[in-house]
């Protein structure tokens, strides 16, 4: 890429991708950015070869890489600039970085509520930004179901040509895993919660992550539910009334546990993995005639 000597010594070649997800699967990066700061990496965006794709990575939890050298420029936000947790009353000021994990912990401090709908949600907090993330507090109750617009205030972010914009969170189209930001890269956001008494928010998150804990499989390297719910059904649902529980292509396997995970049990590869969502959208689509749409990016080397 032409860049300043400056930016592009910050530019590292052929960084390793799969011990930067928790699929554990994936070749290399071509180019790989850790900016220190918004500015920097304003700077970057500005002065970047344009023909050339941006990839932003948060912690990898919901993304499939192929197993070859993927010509992209990985963004990773990991620096402390993106790292920042600031609450103020009910408002919560906190950077994309931030893993979803450490912004419970340090929200438990607080007689504050609202969020322990992302309990046992993996990833950072732009990601969830970005997809919409979302969960039921009660499993069994469909009126539970909470999702990041329900608390976001505004969100910052910086377009590919590097130009600084904050989002009110009117101005950003939410949907089912998806909004509009996806062109754009999430820098923070403000969130607003509601008070609560922090023992009864403590409880509530111990109850939601002790259902994952029992219901879901995370004894094996996977990226969480890999499909979209279709309208009105479950996809693990579906998959499992297919028979497909425990069907395996390679060392990737549907979860016996659970139908909507697809789990690496061993050194499983780029191609098993889609070659297995092949066959239970196969399968699923025969069955029910509804067409499942991962949930999970597949990122794909061309």
């Known amino acids: 890429m032409s860049l300043r000597t400056s930016l592009r010594n910050k530019v590292r070649h052929n960084v390793a991708l799969a011990g930067r997800n928790y699929f554990r699967i994936g070749g290399r990066a071509r180019w790989w950015l850790e900016p220190a700061s918004v500015r920097a990496l304003g700077a970057f965006l500005r002065e970047r070869d344009k023909s050339v794709d941006l990839f932003v990575l948060g912690a990898g939890s919901n993304v499939l890489f192929d197993d070859a050298t993927i010509r992209k420029v990985f963004v990773c936000l990991q620096a402390p600039a993106f790292a920042k947790i600031c609450v103020r009353g009910r408002r919560v000021t906190v950077g994309a970085g931030v893993r979803i994990g450490r ?46 617009r329900d608390v976001v205030v505004s969100v910052d972010t910086l377009d590919r040509s590097g130009r600084f914009c904050t989002l009110r969170r009117e101005e950003i189209d939410f949907g089912y895993r998806q909004t509009s930001l996806a062109p754009m890269i999430v820098t923070g956001a403000t969130l607003a919660l509601r008070p609560a008494r922090r023992r009864r928010v403590t409880r509530e998150i111990g109850r939601i992550l002790g259902w994952r804990f029992v219901h879901q499989d995370w004894l094996f390297p996977s990226a969480g539910s890999f499909f979209k719910n279709p309208p009105g059904d479950a996809a693990a649902r579906l998959i499992d009334g297919c028979g497909l529980k425990g069907l395996a292509v390679g060392a990737a396997q549907v979860s016996p546990r659970h139908a909507n995970f697809i789990i690496n049990t ?37």
């Open 103 to 148: 912004l419970i912990s340090v929200l438990s401090k607080f007689d504050l509520g609202g969020h322990e709908f992302l309990a046992g949600i993996p990833g950072t907090i732009g990601g969830a930004l970005v997809m919409n993330a979302g969960a039921r507090r009660c499993q069994d109750d469909p009126r539970t179901y909470r999702e990041m």
């Open 266 to 302: 061993g050194h499983a590869r780029f191609t098993d993995v889609t070659k297995l969502v092949e066959i239970i959208q196969e399968r699923v689509y025969n069955h029910f005639r509804v067409r499942l749409e991962p949930e999970v990016m597949i990122v794909r080397a061309t």
